[in-house]
């Protein structure tokens, strides 16, 4: 089984920063990579797949890099409805497997 | 608009069966492969079994949950299942369905609102 693991587990950024979550895999999963966006009570929503491309209506400050083992999200300039906790997803293998997730909270 | 909406969850004893149920809309159903997952209580996600669009023997399952539960399709209803059997308490978890994306890809292009399964006595 693939261990996705990221880091850190919680992130403190004032609105406006920037935030870099990790995620990193035990063996490479190529570019099968995603990220998911939840918030609380909700499900949750597909923000990056591919590794770097954006899903449908993801605005542009989401961003998404790497390949093989280490991967990062970006978000460029975080906004009040950003705070929420991250995944990250690997569908290179099964099982498929996900990371623990990052929390982002406001500072 | 596509939507998926779960229902069957509820309070189960341990030991004890229950069926879930995913009433897809907005998309051609069979076109698409369809998967479970599970979130406990204050905890991540995790990913529990994967079926093919046209369902049969094209089946996924995690480790945690081979043998007890089954995915089944059934295209003529728009409808997907999750028989969960011999049921135990660390299933307890908010279970969601969510749809393969265009590409085939193995991830999870939209999620239902959940349904929460309680495995307690």
């Known amino acids: 089984e693939i261990v996705m693991t990221q880091s850190p587990a919680t992130l403190s950024v004032s609105p406006g920063e920037r935030a870099t979550l990790s995620c990193r895999a035990s063996q490479s999963v190529r570019t099968d990579l995603a990220w998911y966006q939840q918030k609380p009570g909700q499900a949750p929503r597909l923000l990056i797949h591919g590794a770097s491309t954006r899903a449908t209506g993801i605005p542009a400050r989401f961003s998404g890099s790497g390949s093989g083992t280490d991967f990062t999200l970006t978000i460029s300039s975080l906004q009040s409805e950003d705070f929420a906790v991250y995944y990250c997803?690997?569908?290179?293998?099964?099982?498929?497997?996900f990371g623990g997730g990052t929390k982002v909270e406001i500072k | 608009e596509v939507q998926l909406l779960e229902s069957g969850g509820g309070l189960v004893q341990p030991g004890g069966s229950l069926r879930l149920s995913c009433a897809a809309s907005g998309f051609t159903f069979s076109s698409y492969g369809m998967s479970w997952v599970r979130q406990a209580p204050g905890k991540g996600l995790e990913w529990v079994s994967t079926?093919?669009?046209?369902?049969?023997?094209?089946?996924y399952y995690a480790d945690s949950v081979k043998g007890r539960f089954t995915i089944s399709k059934d295209n003529s209803k728009d409808t997907l299942y999750l028989q969960m059997n011999s049921l135990r308490a660390e299933d307890t978890a908010v279970y969601y369905c969510?749809?393969?994306?265009?590409?085939?890809?193995?991830?999870?292009?939209?999620w239902g609102q959940g349904t929460l399964v309680t495995v307690s006595s």
């Open positions: 079926i093919s669009s046209g369902g049969g023997r094209n089946t």
């Open positions: 997803q690997q569908y290179n293998k099964w099982p498929l497997t």
């Open positions: 969510a749809k393969r994306p265009d590409s085939g890809s193995y991830l999870f292009d939209f």
